[in-house]
């Protein structure tokens, strides 16, 4: 019973993940308005590094950042460094949406310790 239960957590771990990570959400503001685009992206980079940065840290704070998401934010900084806007953003992104997923992983992990426990 205790490792269908385990089983079961971790199907369901893997599915929430996955179905994050397909997820889409905004609209290309590219599009919509270009002289404005441009302007919005210098912006939204600096905001977008303190969220990068902020996230990851709540997510190490918490014991559950992933492996993979620190050299992932070494390499937005050097992207950006570089000058290559479009590339940092994606990275600096991706570095706040793995993010996101640890904090939320941490959450759920907290709430639902008990199936971890063999019965």
Known sequence: MAKTTYSAFLVLLAASVIMTGCSDSGMDTATENPATAQHDEAVDLDTLITDAESSLAEADNLGFAWSVTAPLLEEAHTAAKAGNEEQAIALFQEVKH???????QAHYAEKH?????PK
Request: net charge negative; charged share 10%.
């Open 98 to 104: 793995q993010s996101m997923l640890a904090i939320e």
């Open 113 to 117: 310790w008990q199936l971890l426990i």
